[in-house]
Nanobody, 124 residues
């Protein structure tokens, strides 16, 4: 089992950047596909990005391609989300998730392990 702790959220002006981190504890981090999701107030949790076990495959929500980048460092048991050109609509709680399945999923139900989230507020 893996435990996930997100960090790096905060208040940023529109057009700015943030890098979120998700530190994993427990064994076998490199066995997990990792994903980032977000949930804005009053909205459902939505897919942001995902990365395969060794980092060779990544996927993104279509609306975020070109602004967000997911990466991982298996030596540090950490996955990152670099967010650039932030907009007010990016305001949300961002969650890190992990799963052992073969498929690198985009649906929250495909992920078994979740962190508690880190809040991002983008002021316009």
């Amino acid at each position: 089992q893996v435990q996930l702790v997100e960090s790096g959220g905060g208040l940023v002006q529109a057009g700015g950047s943030l890098r979120l981190s998700c530190a994993a504890s427990g064994r076998g981090f490199s066995s997990y596909n990792m994903g980032w999701f977000r949930q804005a107030p009053g909205k459902e949790r939505e897919f942001v990005a995902a990365i395969s076990r060794e980092g060779g495959y990544t996927s993104y929500a279509d609306s975020l391609k070109g602004r967000f980048t997911i990466a991982r460092d298996n030596a540090k048991n950490t996955v990152y989300l670099q967010m650039n050109s932030l907009k007010a609509e990016d305001t949300a709680v961002y969650y890190c998730a992990a799963d052992l399945s073969v498929r690198v999923g985009q649906n929250p139900i495909e992920y078994a392990y979740w962190g508690l989230g880190t809040r991002v507020i983008v002021s316009s």
